[in-house]
């Protein structure tokens, strides 16, 4: 009986010595599960602030707005609109963190900037990412369409932090999200990563052969210094509920 005791103290001994797997990979964002709605409130003065030192005009009501401004007939109808302040804008979603260097304290402001008459093919309207320190704004960019934060980040550990974000439509039950990374380091735009579809799901429009297509990101082992690897994975459900989900394919999401 001493002789067992002392084998299994000798083997609890030698996997208690074992070091642990190393993880090589980390979750960034899982489009299966349903993204939270988007509750963010602005007050009606912070409204003012951020879109008046955004915007040099613009208008408050929809109704208010004209088809015949000038540049109206133009190639570039929304660059026309946005130069003519025929624009209603307002503040859908912001976040705070170090943007454009390490060390600083900013508020990310996204901003549908909804050109006057801008149509579903249009997107109804571009999108801007508004950064401010205290009450002054340091960064001004073009969003390239991508609405919402789903998740704050930093990768490389430098202290900037990155924006994961999306874009979302929807026509005839057919939904459809887009996502890039990007940083803002130095106020401008820089995309690290432009992951496409990463969300195509035909469920409400109820016809035959729908299904739910999402993508799973992965970074790899986080190394102080380097940006990680950056992974996609695809799956695809039926429409019941709830969902089983399978892995059909990795990289970016066949259209």
């Not at 030698?14 to 007050?43: C, M, Y």
């Not at 205290?134 to 932090?161: C, E, H, P, Y």
Request: hydrophobic share 40%; glycine share 6%; net charge positive.
């Amino acid at each position: 009986m001493k002789t067992i005791f002392f084998i299994l103290a000798i083997a609890s001994s030698v996997i208690a010595q074992r070091p642990s797997a190393q993880k090589t990979r980390e979750l960034l964002f899982d489009f299966r599960k349903d993204s939270p709605a988007n509750e963010v409130r602005i007050p009606a003065a912070t409204q003012r602030s951020v879109l008046t030192k955004v915007f040099r005009r613009y208008l408050t009501d929809q109704d208010k707005c004209r088809s015949d401004f000038a540049g109206s007939d133009s190639n570039d109808y929304l660059a026309a609109a946005r130069k003519a302040g025929q624009i209603v804008p307002a503040i859908f979603d912001v976040t705070t963190g170090s943007f454009t260097a390490p060390g600083q304290t900013q508020t990310a402001y996204v901003i549908s900037v909804s050109e006057c008459n801008a149509s579903h093919a249009d997107n109804f309207g571009t999108k801007r990412i508004a950064i401010f320190s205290g009450q002054q704004l340091v960064a001004d960019v073009d969003a390239d369409f991508m609405g919402s934060i789903v998740r704050k980040t930093d990768l490389d550990g430098n202290g900037i932090d990155e924006l994961l974000m999306v874009s979302y439509d929807i026509a005839q039950g057919n939904v459809t999200q887009m996502a890039t990374l990007a940083s803002f380091e130095n106020g401008k735009r820089h995309v690290i990563h432009d992951f496409g579809t990463v969300v195509l799901d035909s469920c409400a429009s109820l016809s035959p052969g729908s299904d739910s297509k999402a993508a799973v990101l992965y970074t790899g082992a986080f190394t102080p210094g380097l940006k990680p690897t950056i992974t996609q994975e695809n799956y695809v459900a039926g429409c019941r509920n709830p969902k089983r989900w399978k892995l059909v394919s990795r990289g970016k999401m066949p259209e």
